[in-house]
């Protein structure tokens, strides 16, 4: 059974940073596309980054120059570096995972940026 695991989540001051870490397991081959997205509340989800097995990587507007996503294929990982991070990066962050046609998500983990 596939799972999608998020870590690393939490409080934050304005212009701090934190990590987020996924890790996929139950797989035999390597996930295709991995990406993070959010949803604040009253928000719809929204992707933030993604990166290919290639390593190929995609961000939204509102975090490029500020978040940074990679991948440790070897892990079936993929981590979030975000930085410089704003109250309006407050939300859900969940990790999805393009496996076998298929997309799975995991639970969420939550960032909340505030003073």
């Given amino acids: 059974q596939v799972q ?3 870590s690393g ?4 001051q304005p212009g701090g940073s934190l990590r987020l870490s996924c890790a ?5 081959f390597r996930p ?5 997205y959010r949803q ?3 928000k719809e989800r929204e992707l ?3 990166i290919g097995s290639g390593g ?9 120059g500020r978040f940074t996503i990679s991948r440790d294929i070897a892990k079936n990982t993929v981590y979030l570096q975000m930085n410089s991070l704003k109250p309006e990066d407050t939300a859900v962050y969940y990790c999805n995972a393009d496996y076998l ?3 799975y998500w995991g639970q969420g983990t939550q960032v909340t940026v505030a003073s």
């Avoid at 989540?9 to 934050?12: D, I, S």
């Avoid at 295709?32 to 993070?36: C, D, P």
């Fill in 40 to 42: 604040a509340p009253g």
């Fill in 101 to 103: 046609g298929r997309n």
């Fill in 9 to 12: 989540g939490g409080l934050v």
């Fill in 48 to 50: 933030v980054a993604t």
């Fill in 56 to 64: 190929s990587t995609n961000s939204a507007d509102s975090v490029k």
């Fill in 24 to 28: 996929v397991s139950g797989i035999i």
């Fill in 32 to 36: 295709n596309a991995m990406g993070w």
């Fill in 4 to 6: 999608v695991v998020e």
